[in-house]
């Protein structure tokens, strides 16, 4: 870390007296003498010492584990295998059905929860009475942890007792009661509709508040030219959203994809290991002791997102640069 | 023509925001209704949507034949002091990188972002074997130092956007007037961006409070386990006793809830300020 030092005071930035601009401390260049440098490293210390500690190194440690012998039920052997762990993952029977599950589980989350949070947010946009009170319930799921959620969810998609077969009986739709979470294809599609519940509040306000950042002068100009509510959406909601969409829906397809929480409470990957994604069968593998494959697994996840982080960002940028 | 189309676009919102509204609530009102049905009433058909009949057994019963009470207690204690202890390292953090330009910024916050892409369970094998010798498994401090740690770098990245909304003309002054940077820093800028901070304190408390897999992986004894490694020992056993689950999930949630009640705000101000600006 190097920073300019000059013997000087530290110096307001020329720009903070420019008339009417509007100044940017993140922007501002400062000169800031020897002694201030030592302050600031004084401030940054603590946290890259935590970060760099607890997270950094387990994460480096655990990567050269990815290509050893590493069982902590048997650490007589702990020799180098090369790519042998991740060989046995991707031979392992069960490996293709959990990649295609943690697909299903991140596009069947996440496309439901982005057009009903859409829909959220525009009906939130405009002022109406109780509309704080509204959005304040909306934030409910939020306070519940992943873990309860799952919980929540499986106490309701109970075949015996569960509400949901109760209320899908009463409403004529099936006529006996579903056995939810022991039927891979049921038990998927409950731990779906409990993490949609759980992700839609996000995206509601999150484009909210990217609506409320449009001016109103485009849609009077809009309305002035005789646009219908259709093409104002296409032509101007979204526009000018679609940068902080595009950005909200990357974070949120990396972060269903590391949640494991309402899985391992709703189901635990069963039927038969049917409804594991990825992480909750890292998970079980850590557990029972294997940390060598587990960290093979570990680092297929980071090497998947940072492609999927690269080529998703790559592919929204000219998009943004059309406009 | 025109008042149709607008009355029905009316009733469509007033029916989807209801309908929204219900399916939000409802499970927590079911976990809430389940938990105060006596033991015996919750397995028995047909379901009772409106119980007449309220009980506090499966309260009782929590406290008396489990130890929920200490993992209540423990929880508490590592929530509260790594939630803490998090906010101030990231205040010191947040407000180097909001005011300063160096070399090795870019790198900094590159390295908080990428944590939040990385889930904090990755390395859990590793990082189990690195507490173990420290000495630190089943102990209360390793919890509280690797939360600490997990709660820095998006209470960092959240703090910077409040930063940069206070001018720094007001620790200037402060300091001109003889105040030390770090005096100026939570005499002076503190107080004026206390809901900023109270917003990432309970942020952190609240995640503190709800993480599952660090402490399951952890904590092994009553005196130490956290609630969610409480929980989720309750369903190892075959059978879940969901009068009990149902009673400890309701105290679970309702401390975060009334935080989040009155917090909302300040949080959505935090979580969209952040991200906006990237």
């Known amino acids: ?54 997270t ?28 042998g762990n991740f060989q046995s993952l991707f031979e392992a029977p069960e490996f293709w059905g959990i990649v295609r599950n943690t697909v299903v589980w991140v596009v069947g989350s996440l496309v439901p929860q982005v057009v009903i949070g859409f829909a959220v947010a525009l009906y939130l946009k405009r002022r109406f ?136 409470a709703m189901t635990g990957g069963g039927p038969a290991d049917q409804t594991h994604i990825i992480t909750t069968y890292m998970i079980k593998i850590t557990q029972e002791g294997d940390y060598g494959k587990a960290s093979a697994l570990g680092l297929i996840v980071v090497v998947t997102l940072m492609l999927f982080a690269a080529f998703y960002l790559m592919a929204v940028r000219p998009r943004k640069a059309q406009r | 023509m025109i008042n149709k189309v607008s009355i029905a676009g009316r009733v469509s919102k007033v029916v989807f925001l209801a309908l929204c509204l219900l399916a939000t609530v409802f499970p927590l009102y079911w976990i809430i209704i389940t938990s105060l049905k006596e033991p015996g009433a919750i397995y028995s058909l047909p379901l009772d949507y409106w119980p007449r009949q309220l009980s506090l057994e499966n309260y009782i019963g ?4 489990s130890d929920f009470g200490q993992y209540m207690v423990n929880s508490l204690i590592v929530a509260t002091v790594a939630s803490t202890v998090a906010t101030v390292i990231s205040l010191l953090s ?65 703090l910077r956007g409040f930063f940069e909304n206070v001018p720094d003309a007001l620790e200037e002054a402060a300091m001109i007037d003889g105040c030390s940077r770090l005096g100026a820093l939570f005499r002076v800028l503190v107080p004026v961006m206390l809901p900023g901070v109270a917003a990432s304190f309970i942020f952190n408390f609240v995640n503190c409070w709800n993480e599952l897999f660090l402490s399951v992986t952890l904590m092994n004894s009553d005196a130490n386990k956290t609630i969610p490694t409480a929980l989720a020992g309750f369903i ?32 959505v101000q935090g979580l969209t300020a952040g991200s906006v600006k990237g």
């Not at chain 2, 990755?122 to 089943?138: E, H, K, Q, R, T």
């Open chain 1, 1 to 54: 870390m190097s920073v300019e030092t000059k013997n000087a005071p530290v110096r307001p930035s020329p720009r903070r007296d420019a008339p009417g601009g509007e100044r940017r401390s993140s922007g501002t260049k400062r000169r800031f003498n020897a002694r201030t440098a030592l302050t600031l490293l004084a401030f940054l210390a603590p946290a890259a010492i935590f970060v760099g500690i607890f």
């Open chain 1, 56 to 83: 950094y190194y387990p994460m480096i440690s655990g990567s050269q584990m990815a290509f050893r012998n590493w069982n902590l039920n048997d650490l007589s052997d702990t020799s180098w295998v090369g790519f």
């Open chain 1, 129 to 264: 009475r109780m509309r704080g009170a509204y959005q304040a319930f909306l934030f409910f799921p939020w306070a519940v942890s992943g873990f309860l959620i799952g919980m929540l969810f499986r106490w309701m998609f109970n075949a015996e007792f569960g509400v949901v077969n109760d209320l899908l009986m009463k409403a004529g739709v099936i006529d006996s009661p579903i056995p939810w979470l022991a039927e891979p294809g049921f038990a998927m599609t409950a731990i779906i509709i409990a993490n949609i519940w759980y992700g839609v509040t996000f995206f509601a306000i999150m484009i909210l508040a990217a609506l409320q950042s449009v001016s109103d002068e485009m849609y009077e100009a809009a309305a002035l030219d005789g646009a219908g509510k259709v093409r104002t959406f296409f032509n101007i909601t979204l526009p000018s959203i679609a940068t902080t969409l595009a950005l909200t829906i990357l974070l949120r397809v990396i972060w269903i994809f590391n949640f494991p929480d309402i899985i391992f």
């Open chain 2, 62 to 65: 929590l406290f008396t034949k």
């Open chain 2, 94 to 158: 947040a407000y180097v990188l909001a005011r300063f330009q160096f070399a090795g910024r870019g790198a900094v916050m590159g390295a908080f972002l990428v944590t939040q892409m990385i889930p904090g369970f990755i390395a859990l094998g590793p990082l189990y074997l690195m507490m173990s010798d420290f000495g630190l498994v089943d102990s209360k401090t390793g919890l509280i130092l690797i939360y600490i740690a997990i709660c820095i770098p998006f209470c960092t990245i959240m």
């Open chain 2, 236 to 267: 190892s056993s075959f059978n879940i006793d969901w009068g009990s689950m149902s009673a400890a999930a309701v105290l679970t949630v309702v401390p975060t809830l009334v935080i989040f009640a009155f917090a909302s705000k300040f949080i």
